[in-house]
């Protein structure tokens, strides 16, 4: 674990508001690209996914209901503590820092819901892509799944409100040195809270000069969830495939 907690998404992600906040996340979405990716990778019956960053286990648990052996880490311990309650001998989560390798390698490795990009220093998120290499087997494939960040700087909402079980959050998004920032403020049982995200703003360019760093071979890349061509312009989605 990383230890210094002053980091924004140690304390984001671990309070229960980021869940309010993104509680109309599509689960059904979610659960046809889970099919999609798992089918286009041919990934074994059975086969083993380590699910990188997964937040309180969506993707995991389905991946798990679906006949995968799966592997959940992420840095919030209470994501974790909550994940933990749906174990079962073919599903196990545990805190971990993404930018370690875990130990064990994997038919697939997957990075889902832009969960990447969060560390300040270049290095950790370099040192997780070699991470996720180092958790391949010889027949795995890793897949990163990212936002656009030409479509989300060109579509950009530079303020908003949003009602969410009673609270009104207040997000103001900006670009701010490479980075694209989220600041979210609001009250909750009269208690003032300040949070914010900021999210390295890679390119499809940028990742590719990781991926070099990494000796990572890029093998595909998609623009969305249905696995459909990437338009730099308009997809919203960065979806790639590499080895």
């Known amino acids: 674990m990383i230890e210094n907690t002053t980091k924004w998404f140690t304390s ?12 109309d996340r599509d689960a059904a979405e979610a659960q046809v690209f889970m099919d999609t ?34 592997t959940g880490v992420d840095l919030s311990e209470n994501n974790i503590a909550f994940a933990k309650e749906f174990e ?8 971990h820092d993404m930018s ?4 064990k390698q994997f038919d697939a490795v997957f990075n889902l819901f832009t969960s990447f990009g969060y560390f300040e220093k270049y290095a950790d998120n370099l040192n997780t892509l070699k991470a996720i290499k180092a958790s391949l087997n010889e027949t795995g494939f890793g897949v990163i799944d ?5 479509y989300v700087i060109a579509n950009l909402v530079a303020q908003e409100v949003k009602v969410v079980d009673g609270i009104e959050f207040y997000l103001k998004r900006y670009e701010d040195n490479g ?12 208690v003032d809270y300040s949070f914010h995200e900021r ?45």
């Not at 360019?205 to 969305?224: K, P, S, T, Y």
Request: include cysteine; proline fraction near 2%; charge should be neutral.
């Open 146 to 150: 990212f936002m656009n960040t030409d």
């Open 100 to 103: 370690n390798y875990l130990g």
């Open 179 to 190: 980075y694209i920032v989220k600041d979210i403020t609001f009250t909750a049982n009269d």
């Open 88 to 95: 079962n001998h073919r599903l196990r989560f545990k805190v």
């Open 12 to 23: 984001w992600f671990d309070s229960p508001f980021y869940h309010t906040l993104y509680k």
């Open 199 to 243: 999210v390295r703003a890679f390119s499809l360019a940028d990742f590719e000069v990781l991926f070099e760093q990494a000796n990572i071979d890029l093998l595909d890349v998609f623009g969305d969830y249905k696995l459909n061509k990437y338009i730099a312009n308009s997809s919203e989605r960065l979806v790639m495939i590499f080895k």
């Open 37 to 70: 990716i798992t089918h286009y990778l041919n990934i074994p019956a059975g086969g083993s996914i380590l699910d990188l960053g997964c937040g309180k286990g969506r993707h995991a648990r389905y991946l798990n209901k679906i006949g995968y052996d799966v």
